[in-house]
Nanobody
Framework: QVNVVESGGGLVQAGGSLRLSCAAS????????MGWFRQAPGKEREFLAT????????YYTEFIRGRFIISRDTAGTTVYLQLNNLTPEDTGVYYC????????????????WGQGTQVTVSS
């Protein structure tokens, strides 16, 4: 079982940047892939990016490629999502979660979820 806690959200102006963190723990965490999702008000949770535990290979959904960057620290305990050139459409709650598969984009393929961190982008 992997436990995850997200942080780093906040209020930012359009064009700004944020770095989200996902602190994870568990005896086999380094063998898991970690994914980032977001959920805008009134919309379904959507996949953003995932990173494999064994070699830190990233995989992105097409619409964020080049703007968001997923990474993992060398100790393997924290996964980051760098958000750049933000727009009001990026507003939502951002979640990270773990999975044993890579790459997977479906919400149901992920096991352990955090509580999320709110990102609000003003115009």
């Amino acid at each position: 079982q992997v436990n995850v806690v997200e942080s780093g959200g906040g209020l930012v102006q359009a064009g700004g940047s944020l770095r989200l963190s996902c602190a994870a723990s568990g005896p086999t965490f380094r063998y898991y892939a970690m994914g980032w999702f977001r959920q805008a008000p009134g919309k379904e949770r959507e996949f953003l990016a995932t990173i494999r535990g064994s070699d830190e290979s990233p995989y992105y959904t097409e619409f964020i490629r080049g703007r968001f960057i997923i990474s993992r620290d060398t100790a393997g305990t924290t996964v980051y999502l760098q958000l750049n050139n933000l727009t009001p459409e990026d507003t939502g709650v951002y979640y990270c979660a773990s999975t044993r598969k890579f790459p997977v984009v479906r919400v149901t393929s992920y096991d352990s979820w955090g509580q999320g961190t709110q990102v609000t982008v003003s115009s």
